[in-house]
Nanobody
Framework: VQLQASGGGLVQAGGSLRLSCAAS????????MGWFRQAPGKERELVAA????????YYADSVKGRFTISGDSAKNTMYLQMNSLKPEDTAVYYC???????????????????WGQGTQVTVSS
């Protein structure tokens, strides 16, 4: 499976962006998908996760009510709609996916098998 993330950019605080993650290859094996982010000097953190073909699994407290994760299985694409962006949302955002062997685990980097290349999101104050 290959993942291609896109949609990052520079936006003012309070603005919105929508990230996309297009999956290709053996997409029938996808189980959980997630968006992680890593800010300079910080560890990578899970922002949101979704069961592919199912429901939302997780939002980080810092993004609840502002970000929405969704998936379109017909297009093999996952999205992250980010509203009311704050400067502290500035980071490189990565999409990730796991296959069925991972079962119910989705919270940590090690729970994912495939990673996109990352897309930069910069929020100015």
């Amino acid at each position: 499976v290959q993942l291609q993330a896109s949609g990052g950019g520079l936006v003012q605080a309070g603005g919105s962006l929508r990230l996309s993650c297009a999956a290709s290859g053996r997409t029938f094996s996808l189980h959980n998908m997630g968006w992680f982010r890593q800010a300079p000097g910080k560890e990578r953190e899970l922002v949101a996760a979704i069961r592919w073909g199912g429901g939302v699994l997780y939002y980080a407290d810092s993004v609840k009510g502002r970000f929405t994760i969704s998936g379109d299985s017909a297009k093999n694409t996952m999205y992250l709609q980010m509203n009311s962006l704050k400067p502290e949302d500035t980071a490189v955002y990565y999409c990730a996916a796991s296959n069925f062997a991972r079962g119910t685990y989705y919270l940590y980097d090690s729970d994912y098998d495939y990673w996109g290349q990352g897309t930069q999101v910069t929020v100015s104050s």
